[in-house]
């Protein structure tokens, strides 16, 4: 009789860790006790030795499907003399080492059970059981066990009970587990009272088939919701959440909906089928038959498929099989989550509340990825990825990334993992802002890292410097926007040693004071040198001048061909005679006119000048309608005119003759679609033929090239520039488990601290 200790470190807990443990130790004879703890779960084996080997082989080859296994640590031991395999209490002494569970689609287990007539969970909107379910979003403490989460108001009944305590049953120990008799119950809510149950179920249904607005708790938060296929609904819901362009995100049936509607490959149906469930970014197909409205001017659309058993539920003997379900949060503001916050927020919106009560604890949204080639492209990572850790080659303990001014997150490090936190958003309000500060310290409590170092963008006015005020960090190290986004995908990539860095992006502070966003570096995690970057030209009004990007054209036009280029701006914009005197005049007396020169900046001029639009309504929607244009396309045979110019040992990108010929092009009629597919094609090209220069005359041996910056969702770009660039011999790589823009922006910075620090 041989005896072991076996610790197994990673995504252990809440996913059916135990009773699987429990059912291989039976199948190979056994005896000991398996444990939750802080470290991941601790078991104790006794047997043969034959059978102890089984056992670790099934252990380390077929665990459960939501486990995540980092580490297993073998350890002989004595033998105690256990009669049988038992699961013990939790044990919560001891410093955190734990994975916390992540939010999951409900499996199919669960919904062959919910819509079985026979089943006492028929119909039950809160069905679940170890392989899915919420987790992540109800958690109060750790470890994972159910009196540490908001279903402790929820006290079993005997039939579920019976089921949580059966060590061969799949809900052993699923903390959510509940039922009809004992769990979460749906409310309708309306100014003419309140349905529970059942009925408020098929009310809701047949309010959104008549056209109604309807605010549905959901996993992590509220969606607004109407029929996509209505479109006054749609149209009055655009309106009252002023919201005129920005695309919606709609829920199909099922996979045979969405094939109606948009183009589906393997890779696209394995994500949207996945435990992760996120939205999608889908091709628009020949047959799409929605309404324009639902994503207008976009050849895409963002589609998820239900992924709770109430979603499920509301499409189940329906006519309807699209929904809108987009975030129920006020313009600028974080998602709501808090019933009683919800009434408040959303009375000019929402015309009915479906709620239930279920405490949502830590509201997530819904995570976004679009697919290019074959390969994930993280918009946004939040629900059924957070907090999940992604390891480091660096000792990453006790250093915080505080993360960007938009598309905000932070990073935790503790040993060698890092744990990046929800999307949170714009960090321009108060709300926003203490939304960061719960939620930073929710994960603080878990992860259980000491303050030891802050790392933060240069940028003096970001929020995330008053924030960690709060904290009595031992250092704080600031780090370069870009250099942050080129750290972020070496990690991303695991790689070593020196690379070269091509930087696409909006906006990042730089070393300068300047606007930097097109830009070639080298270096690593520890420095970088800037080797090339866009010519600057002034940007009156600052974030006006983002959010009117006729203003950055003009503007443009004028710093680089002076009067000539304030005729070509007066022609483009007749009507702006004055403003444009005054752009003239601010750039003239450097009054609020910041030099830029990044990527976004010129998306939106271009984009500008071809009449695109004048307002962007949301975040980068002058540069995504000139994207848009070219979608599916690849390849172009003609670029436009520009020059690379060397000065003070940097290569600049000079596009002014670009820009004067598009003008040109556009007055005299040509298509939108055939200036932006030759303006995407020359950018290409000159970040190629810029790479070459720069090759040529360094020392510098590596051929590999890291791409990052917001600008990267960009198909075309990253699609033509990786063929380009690999056709001379580049090793080329791009982000795989986190977004190319700010949202990977704290995982980066916590990268260069940790490279810094071990300096």
């Given at each position: 009789?041989s005896?072991?200790t076996v610790?197994?470190?990673?995504?252990?807990?809440?996913?059916?860790?135990?009773?699987?443990v429990?059912k291989i130790a039976?199948?190979?004879?056994?005896i000991?006790t398996?444990?939750?703890?802080?470290?991941?779960v601790?078991i104790h084996?006794?047997?043969?030795e034959?059978d102890?080997?089984?056992?670790?082989?099934?252990?380390q080859?077929?665990?459960?499907?939501?486990s995540i296994i980092?580490?297993?640590i073998i350890?002989?031991?004595k033998?105690?003399?256990?009669?049988?395999?038992?699961?013990i209490?939790?044990?919560?002494?001891?410093a955190?080492?734990?994975?916390?569970?992540?939010d999951?689609?409900v499996?199919?287990?669960?919904?062959?059970e919910?819509?079985?007539?026979?089943?006492?969970?028929?119909?039950y909107?809160?069905?679940?059981?170890?392989?899915c379910?919420?987790?992540?979003t109800?958690?109060?403490?750790?470890?994972?066990?159910?009196t540490?989460?908001?279903?402790?108001?929820?006290?079993?009944c005997?039939?579920?009970?019976?089921?949580?305590k059966?060590?061969?049953n799949?809900?052993h120990h699923?903390?959510?587990?509940?039922?009809?008799?004992c769990?979460?119950?749906?409310?309708?809510?309306?100014?003419?009272?309140a349905?529970?149950?059942k009925?408020a179920l098929?009310?809701t249904?047949?309010?959104?088939?008549?056209?109604?607005?309807?605010?549905?708790?959901?996993?992590g938060?509220?969606h607004?919701c109407?029929?996509?296929?209505?479109?006054?609904?749609?149209?009055?819901?655009?309106?009252?959440?002023m919201?005129?362009?920005?695309?919606?995100?709609?829920?199909?049936?099922?996979?045979k909906a969405?094939?109606e509607?948009a183009a589906l490959?393997?890779?696209e149906?394995?994500?949207?089928?996945?435990?992760?469930?996120?939205?999608v970014v889908?091709?628009k197909?020949?047959?799409?038959?929605?309404h324009?409205?639902i994503?207008?001017?976009?050849s895409?659309i963002?589609?998820?498929?239900?992924y709770?058993?109430?979603?499920?539920?509301?499409?189940?003997?329906?006519e309807?099989?699209?929904l809108?379900?987009?975030?129920?949060?006020?313009?600028?503001?974080?998602?709501l989550?808090?019933?009683?916050?919800?009434?408040d927020y959303?009375?000019?919106?929402?015309?009915?509340?479906l709620?239930h009560d279920?405490?949502?604890l830590?509201?997530?949204?819904?995570?976004?990825i679009?697919?290019?080639?074959?390969?994930?492209?993280?918009m946004r990572?939040?629900r059924?990825?957070?907090?999940?850790?992604?390891?480091?080659?660096?000792?990453?303990?006790?250093?915080i990334?505080?993360?960007?001014?938009?598309k905000?997150?932070?990073?935790?490090?503790?040993n060698s993992?890092?744990?990046?936190?929800?999307?949170?958003?714009?960090l321009?309000n108060?709300?926003?802002?203490?939304?960061?500060k719960?939620e930073?310290s929710?994960?603080?409590?878990?992860?259980?890292?000491?303050?030891?170092?802050?790392?933060?963008?240069l940028?003096p006015?970001?929020?995330?410097?008053?924030?960690l005020?709060?904290y009595p960090?031992?250092e704080?190290?600031?780090?370069?926007?870009?250099h942050?986004?080129?750290?972020?995908?070496?990690?991303?990539?695991?790689?070593?040693?020196?690379?070269?860095?091509?930087?696409l992006d909006g906006?990042?502070?730089g070393?300068?004071?300047?606007?930097?966003?097109?830009?070639?570096l080298h270096g690593?995690?520890?420095e970088?040198?800037?080797?090339?970057h866009?010519?600057?030209t002034?940007?009156?009004?600052g974030e006006k001048a983002?959010?009117?990007?006729?203003?950055n054209?003009?503007?443009m036009?004028?710093a680089?061909?002076?009067?000539e280029?304030?005729?070509?701006a007066a022609?483009?914009?007749?009507?702006?005679t004055t403003?444009?005197?005054?752009?003239?005049t601010?750039m003239?007396?450097?009054?609020?006119?910041?030099?830029?020169g990044t990527?976004?900046r010129?998306?939106?001029a271009?984009?500008?000048?071809?009449?695109?639009?004048?307002v962007?309504?949301?975040d980068?929607?002058?540069?995504?309608?000139?994207?848009?244009?070219?979608?599916g396309?690849?390849g172009?045979?003609?670029?436009?005119?520009?020059?690379i110019?060397?000065g003070?040992?940097?290569?600049?990108?000079?596009?002014?003759?670009?820009?004067?010929?598009i003008?040109?092009e556009?007055?005299?009629?040509?298509?939108?679609?055939?200036?932006?597919?030759?303006?995407?094609?020359t950018?290409?090209?000159?970040?190629?033929?810029?790479?070459?220069?720069?090759k040529k005359?360094?020392?510098?041996?590596t051929?590999?090239?890291?791409?990052?910056?917001g600008s990267?969702?960009n198909?075309?770009?990253?699609?033509?520039?990786?063929a380009?660039?690999s056709?001379?011999?580049f090793?080329?790589?791009?982000?795989?488990k986190?977004p190319?823009?700010d949202?990977?922006l704290s995982?980066?910075?916590?990268i260069?601290?940790?490279a810094r620090?071990g300096?």
């Amino acid at each position: 009789m041989s005896a072991m200790t076996v610790a197994v470190l990673g995504r252990v807990q809440g996913v059916g860790f135990r009773p699987f443990v429990f059912k291989i130790a039976n199948k190979h004879r056994i005896i000991g006790t398996v444990q939750n703890n802080m470290d991941g779960v601790k078991i104790h084996i006794e047997g043969m030795e034959t059978d102890l080997e089984a056992f670790l082989f099934d252990l380390q080859e077929n665990p459960p499907r939501l486990s995540i296994i980092d580490d297993v640590i073998i350890k002989p031991a004595k033998a105690v003399g256990y009669k049988d395999f038992s699961i013990i209490p939790s044990e919560r002494a001891g410093a955190s080492m734990l994975v916390l569970p992540v939010d999951s689609a409900v499996c199919n287990d669960c919904l062959k059970e919910m819509n079985d007539p026979a089943n006492f969970r028929f119909d039950y909107p809160f069905i679940n059981c170890t392989q899915c379910g919420p987790r992540y979003t109800i958690i109060r403490d750790l470890p994972y066990d159910r009196t540490f989460s908001s279903m402790d108001t929820f006290r079993m009944c005997p039939d579920c009970e019976k089921e949580y305590k059966d060590p061969l049953n799949r809900r052993h120990h699923a903390q959510p587990i509940a039922c009809p008799n004992c769990g979460p119950a749906v409310t309708l809510y309306s100014q003419q009272g309140a349905l529970n149950g059942k009925s408020a179920l098929n009310k809701t249904k047949e309010l959104i088939k008549g056209g109604a607005i309807v605010a549905i708790k959901g996993l992590g938060g509220y969606h607004l919701c109407c029929d996509a296929a209505n479109e006054k609904a749609v149209a009055l819901l655009r309106t009252k959440k002023m919201r005129p362009s920005r695309p919606l995100a709609i829920m199909a049936a099922d996979i045979k909906a969405i094939s109606e509607i948009a183009a589906l490959n393997h890779s696209e149906v394995s994500l949207l089928k996945s435990p992760e469930a996120p939205i999608v970014v889908l091709r628009k197909k020949n047959g799409y038959h929605l309404h324009e409205n639902i994503a207008p001017g976009m050849s895409t659309i963002g589609v998820m498929l239900p992924y709770t058993p109430l979603h499920h539920l509301l499409f189940k003997e329906n006519e309807i099989q699209y929904l809108v379900m987009t975030s129920a949060n006020p313009s600028g503001l974080p998602i709501l989550y808090n019933d009683e916050n919800v009434f408040d927020y959303l009375d000019d919106i929402a015309d009915y509340y479906l709620c239930h009560d279920r405490e949502i604890l830590h509201p997530v949204d819904d995570s976004v990825i679009q697919v290019v080639d074959n390969h994930n492209d993280f918009m946004r990572r939040a629900r059924g990825y957070v907090p999940d850790p992604i390891h480091s080659r660096f000792n990453v303990h006790g250093i915080i990334g505080f993360g960007s001014q938009e598309k905000s997150t932070f990073a935790l490090g503790r040993n060698s993992q890092i744990f990046v936190g929800p999307h949170i958003g714009s960090l321009e309000n108060f709300e926003t802002i203490e939304h960061y500060k719960r939620e930073l310290s929710n994960l603080l409590n878990w992860i259980q890292t000491p303050y030891l170092t802050a790392a933060i963008d240069l940028h003096p006015g970001y929020a995330a410097r008053e924030i960690l005020k709060a904290y009595p960090f031992a250092e704080v190290i600031e780090v370069q926007h870009h250099h942050a986004h080129m750290a972020a995908c070496i990690a991303d990539n695991e790689l070593s040693g020196e690379v070269w860095a091509i930087i696409l992006d909006g906006t990042g502070y730089g070393e300068d004071g300047n606007i930097w966003g097109f830009e070639i570096l080298h270096g690593n995690e520890v420095e970088y040198e800037r080797m090339a970057h866009l010519s600057y030209t002034p940007l009156p009004g600052g974030e006006k001048a983002i959010k009117e990007p006729w203003r950055n054209a003009g503007a443009m036009l004028m710093a680089q061909w002076g009067e000539e280029g304030e005729a070509l701006a007066a022609e483009l914009y007749p009507s702006k005679t004055t403003e444009l005197f005054i752009l003239k005049t601010m750039m003239n007396k450097k009054i609020n006119s910041p030099l830029a020169g990044t990527c976004g900046r010129l998306f939106d001029a271009v984009s500008a000048i071809c009449g695109l639009g004048e307002v962007s309504t949301y975040d980068g929607e002058a540069a995504i309608k000139l994207s848009e244009l070219v979608e599916g396309v690849m390849g172009c045979d003609e670029i436009y005119s520009f020059e690379i110019k060397e000065g003070n040992g940097l290569l600049s990108y000079d596009f002014s003759l670009m820009l004067k010929r598009i003008v040109h092009e556009h007055l005299s009629g040509k298509a939108a679609s055939e200036i932006s597919l030759k303006f995407h094609e020359t950018i290409v090209q000159a970040l190629v033929q810029g790479m070459e220069k720069l090759k040529k005359k360094s020392a510098f041996a590596t051929r590999k090239i890291v791409l990052s910056g917001g600008s990267f969702h960009n198909r075309y770009l990253k699609t033509r520039l990786a063929a380009e660039l690999s056709d001379r011999g580049f090793e080329v790589y791009s982000h795989k488990k986190l977004p190319c823009n700010d949202g990977g922006l704290s995982f980066g910075q916590l990268i260069v601290a940790a490279a810094r620090r071990g300096k």
